[in-house]
């Protein structure tokens, strides 16, 4: 079902192959593989592709706390900053294990009535568990009324 609603809303995210690996309240496991659609001219997975699979893996947590709300929430990435370590091939994971913090901050906007930021953090690694990315993606949370 993943993968269907994949094709329909996040095309992008389809076609460079972002699975999930694994998925709580509390962290989100994305990964991407070197491929045909995900590759750069450096023989290493394009940028891009990589910053989709580490919001997607902050995104999830978001997402998870905010579904089933009522009035609803709205969210929206306000900033994002990256730093690469490595060269990105073959099956890159990214972490993020910040869905206690996501939680904090759509409860502090639905409390506060008022738009809320919250930094994330995704760590990309490697098949042999090497850093070779990190980026840090701000949120924005806020109660809508639609």
């Given at each position: 079902m993943f993968r269907i609603y994949l094709?329909?809303?996040?095309?992008?995210?389809?076609?460079?192959?972002?699975?999930?690996?694994?998925l709580s309240t509390s962290s989100a496991v994305v990964t991407i593989k070197y491929s045909w659609f995900?590759?750069?001219?450096?023989?290493?997975?394009?940028f891009a592709c990589l910053g989709?699979?580490?919001e997607m893996s902050t995104g999830l947590l978001a997402l998870i706390h905010s579904q089933y709300r009522r009035p609803r929430i709205s969210m929206l990435v306000l900033s994002m900053?990256?730093?690469?370590?490595?060269?990105?091939?073959?099956?890159?994971?990214?972490?993020?294990h910040d869905g206690e913090k996501i939680l904090q901050a759509i409860e502090q906007a639905v409390t506060t009535k008022?738009?809320?930021t919250c930094e994330t953090l995704?760590?990309?690694?490697?098949?042999?568990?090497r850093?070779?990315?990190?980026?840090?993606?701000?949120?924005?949370?806020k109660e809508t009324s639609k």
């Open positions: 094709l329909k809303a996040l095309p992008a995210a389809f076609f460079s192959g972002l699975r999930i690996q694994t995900s590759k750069n001219p450096f023989k290493s997975i394009y989709m699979a580490a900053s990256a730093s690469f370590h490595k060269k990105a091939v073959g099956k890159i994971r990214f972490e993020c008022e738009g809320v995704s760590r990309g690694f490697d098949e042999e568990g850093c070779v990315a990190e980026f840090t993606i701000n949120w924005t949370f």
